[in-house]
């Protein structure tokens, strides 16, 4: 079983919809989630941490379930320029290395 | 420019050769991590340093890798005998004892392909 799990997608929704992401995460001791994103050919880039009491930064929404082990990704009123490979991210600790999921592609048309 | 800086941005070798990536990270980021990264595929861990000591290796960094980070500062990430499955996008991420906290800053990557 991979350490972080996520359904790649593809997530193909129209322009405005509301999407949400879900990953899983094996190692009860994580302490840091993150969400990254990817465009095509590009380098990862730091999306939003995710907070034990959930955050929210504009139309996105991120929410951390320690019992079930998961954390979401929540993306109102979508743009096409939220076009992207969303990646949820995990951490033991303060000192160790950042797992990444596999990713979820998402596409907004218009 | 305050990111992380990788160099090259693409590299192509011929099987059997040897390559050498570098990464700069941001000045004040004492942690410096490298991963790798196949088509559809996220990040996988490499290595790890904090400061100039390399902290962790994952049992993907087989001996023919070997990265160094010697004066605490850039590092540099050697592939010996490239074998063809050793293409992919080589990445460098960079943070500060809180990256837990604020993340972690990736460079753009060294794309390596083996012919």
């Known amino acids: 079983r991979k350490e972080v799990e996520q359904d790649p997608g593809p997530f193909n929704v129209p322009e405005g919809a509301t999407v949400a992401f879900n990953c899983t995460y094996s190692n009860s001791a994580s302490q840091s989630f993150f969400w990254y994103r990817q465009d095509c050919r590009k380098e990862p880039k730091l999306l939003m941490s995710v907070y034990s009491s959930g955050n929210e930064d504009g139309r996105f929404t991120a929410q951390l379930n320690r019992a079930s082990q998961y954390i979401s990704l929540l993306i109102r009123d979508s743009k096409l320029s939220d076009s992207a490979t969303y990646l949820c991210?995990?951490?033991?600790?303060?000192?160790?290395?950042?797992?990444f999921g596999s990713g979820t592609r998402l596409s907004i048309r218009p | 420019d305050t990111g992380v800086s990788q160099n090259p941005r693409h590299k192509i070798t011929k099987r059997g050769q040897n390559v050498t990536f570098r990464c700069d990270p941001i000045s004040e980021h004492n942690r410096l991590y490298w991963y790798r990264q196949t088509l559809g595929q996220g990040p996988e861990f490499l290595t790890y340093f904090q400061n100039e000591a390399q902290l962790e290796k994952s049992r993907l960094l087989s001996d023919r890798f070997s990265a160094e980070r010697p004066k605490g500062s850039f590092s540099t990430l050697e592939i010996q005998r490239t074998e063809q499955g050793d293409s992919a996008m080589y990445l460098c991420?960079?943070?500060?004892?809180?990256?837990?906290?604020?993340?972690?800053?990736f460079g753009s990557g060294t794309r390596l392909t083996v012919v």
């Open positions: 991420a960079s943070s500060t004892d809180r990256g837990r906290i604020y993340g972690y800053t």
């Open positions: 991210v995990v951490s033991y600790s303060s000192a160790s290395k950042i797992i």
